[in-house]
Nanobody, 126 residues
Framework: QVQVAESGGGSVQAGGSLRLSCAAS????????AGWFRQAPAKEREFVAS????????SYADSVKGRFTISRDNAKNTVYLQMNSLRPEDTAVYYC???????????????????WGQGTQVTVSA
């Protein structure tokens, strides 16, 4: 059973930076794709970024492209989300997830991911 746990959330002012971490256990994480999603109050959960199992290919939501960077260190079973130039509209609970396999049909669909963390709050003030 794969488990993932996020850390690194917090409160920052607009323009600031945060780095989220997602630690995985219970499986061969280096074999799995991974992604970050977020959910703001009264909004649907939305895709933020994804990364292939080896880390070679990444994808991003248009709203974060150029500001956020997803990466992974398979030796540490950890995925990261570096968030720069944060905006108030980035305020949300951020979730790490993995489908538990290498090749989801659509990396941006939450339905492709079976294993989710509890989430970490990111609050950006104007």
């Amino acid at each position: 059973q794969v488990q993932v746990a996020e850390s690194g959330g917090g409160s920052v002012q607009a323009g600031g930076s945060l780095r989220l971490s997602c630690a995985a256990s219970g499986g061969t994480f280096s074999n799995y794709a991974a992604g970050w999603f977020r959910q703001a109050p009264a909004k649907e959960r939305e895709f933020v970024a994804s990364i292939t199992r080896g880390g070679r290919f990444t994808s991003y939501a248009d709203s974060v492209k150029g500001r956020f960077t997803i990466s992974r260190d398979n030796a540490k079973n950890t995925v990261y989300l570096q968030m720069n130039s944060l905006r108030p509209e980035d305020t949300a609970v951020y979730y790490c997830a993995t489908p538990g396999y290498a090749l989801p049909a659509d990396y941006s669909r939450a339905e492709e991911y079976d294993y989710w963390g509890q989430g970490t709050q990111v609050t950006v003030s104007a």
